[in-house]
């Protein structure tokens, strides 16, 4: 997408909230691999696909800085909807505290820190939604831990699933791990029976997973 392209549609959907501009801008100044963080435009539709899918209870794996989590928080609409997120590099943990604390919808995020592979089993629940972020060599493995944990018409996000374009510029290169994990994904959810599957090409990708 052209710079002016992306600058339009910012100006013609909900603007960013003052909050979550901040912590943009904390990110930028204070993380590395500010990169990841999802941001306005992806920001606003994880807010508006969990207003459309009126979850009760939703599982994001890879925090990061905590901007994905708060949109999909903010978009819970029942009193007793709550969102888990996990992250596995402690040092965030600090950042990610004190930005749920000034979080309008803080009080509706647990976060959990540590690998999802071992946290996940021990949160054990049913899932309406899942929003898969974390390592992209790992996607596949992901999959296969979340689907069990996701109710029959529930659904599940995958992000960063069109990986920069890589997943169809392989012509004489090498493949490296992220882009085989990306593939793989792509692969065994476009076959599996249990899932209808449709991909955004927003950002970076956007796999919607509908369980049957
Ligand atoms: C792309 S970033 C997440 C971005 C965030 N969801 C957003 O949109 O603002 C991926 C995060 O996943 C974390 N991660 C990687 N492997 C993980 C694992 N096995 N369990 C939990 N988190 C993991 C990384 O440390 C990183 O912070």
């Not at 604390?101 to 647990?110: M, Q």
């Not at 999802?116 to 021990?122: D, F, M, S, Y």
């Not at 899942?130 to 992209?136: E, G, M, T, Y």
């Amino acid at each position: 997408m052209t710079q002016e392209l992306e600058d339009y549609i910012l100006a013609h959907i909900d603007a960013e909230p003052e909050h979550l501009h901040e912590l943009d801008r904390d990110t930028h100044i204070e993380l590395l691999y500010s990169r990841m963080c999802s941001g306005h435009l992806q920001g606003r539709l994880l807010k508006m696909l969990v207003r459309m899918i009126r979850p009760k209870l939703v599982l994001e794996l890879g925090t990061y800085s905590g901007y994905s989590a708060q949109c999909l928080a903010e978009g819970l609409l029942d009193d007793d909807a709550h969102l888990h997120t996990i992250e596995i590099e402690d040092e965030l943990e600090d950042f990610l505290r004190a930005h749920f604390a000034k979080s309008p919808v803080g009080d509706r995020i647990t976060l959990h820190i540590g690998d999802c592979n071992e946290i996940l089993p021990r949160i054990n629940k049913q899932f309406d939604l899942v929003f898969i972020d974390a390592n992209k060599r790992q996607y596949v493995d992901y999959f296969n831990l979340v689907i069990d944990h996701v109710k029959p018409g529930g659904f599940i996000i995958a992000d960063n699933t069109l990986w920069d374009g890589k997943v169809t510029d392989l012509h004489g290169k090498k493949m490296d791990d992220q882009t085989r994990g990306i593939l793989d994904f792509n692969n065994l959810v476009a076959h599996d029976p249990r899932v209808e599957t449709v991909i955004l090409p927003l950002r970076d990708g956007l796999t919607i997973l509908y369980k049957k």
